[in-house]
């Protein structure tokens, strides 16, 4: 299985500042035929489904704010809020469809300082 | 607009089997990839299952031996069967659209049902 590692497992941010969350993966994501990451980010807030933000590591999905962006390849990844609002507080989890089975990180948890 | 939703028992006693259907609206079962994902209380979501082109099946192999998903064209439905379950089981469970790449408007799972809280006890 490909074992996903996110770090930190949780940060507290001021409204307004940049948001860093990092994704290891335990084998790299890319594949040779396409050059594509098999990668995505999702957002989940108290009592609701995980929602997804971003996939092939850095394509934002329909309707996602621009403040979210996606980064990295092979094994390492970042996701970066650029200005964090109210609205952004949640848990995030990254969630690699390279190979079955699918498998999440164990989730960065974001609040506001 | 793509809408899913979970139904079935809130509470299954350990040893016997959960059962969970999920109805599809605004899309059909029978393409694309949909999938049965668990979340633990506070825990990662796990990934169980998933059904492909109305009969193509993969399974989490962790499961493998106690799962089976199958899907109702007719109503526009897939289920989810967990046999000889524990407490280990107790999650809500969410059923999605996707799973796989090849065949999808989008990788990964892009639309969810809202979750059913299923409980294992006596």
């Known amino acids: 299985d490909v074992v996903m590692t996110q770090s930190p497992d949780s940060l507290a941010v001021s409204l307004g500042e940049r948001v860093t969350i990092n994704c290891r993966s335990s084998q790299s994501l890319l594949h040779f035929s396409n050059n594509k990451n098999y990668l995505a980010w999702y957002q989940q807030k108290p009592g609701q489904p995980p929602k997804l933000l971003i996939y092939w590591a850095s394509t934002r999905e329909s309707g996602v704010p621009d403040r979210f962006s996606g980064s990295g390849s092979a094994t390492d990844f970042t996701l970066t809020i650029s200005s964090l609002q109210a609205e952004d507080v949640a848990v995030y989890y990254c969630?690699?469809?390279?190979?079955?089975?699918?498998?999440f990180g164990q989730g960065t948890k974001v609040e506001i300082k | 607009q793509v809408q899913l939703q979970e139904s079935g028992p809130g509470l299954v006693k350990p040893s016997e089997t959960l059962s969970l259907t999920c109805t599809v609206s605004?899309?059909?079962?029978?393409?694309?990839?949909w999938s049965w994902i668990r979340q633990p209380p506070g825990k990662r979501p796990e990934w169980i299952a998933y059904i492909y082109n109305s009969g193509t099946t993969n399974y989490n192999p962790y499961l493998k031996s106690r799962v089976t998903i199958s899907v109702d064209t007719s109503k526009n439905q897939f289920s989810l069967e967990l046999s000889s379950v524990t407490a280990a089981d107790t999650a809500v469970y969410y059923c999605?659209?996707?799973?796989?790449?090849?065949?999808?408007?989008?990788?990964?799972?892009?639309?969810w049902g809202r979750g059913a809280l299923v409980t294992v006890s006596s």
């Open positions: 999605a659209r996707g799973g796989g790449w090849d065949d999808a408007p989008v990788p990964g799972f892009d639309y």
């Open positions: 969630q690699q469809y390279y190979s079955t089975p699918r498998t």
């Open positions: 605004g899309d059909s079962v029978s393409r694309f990839y």
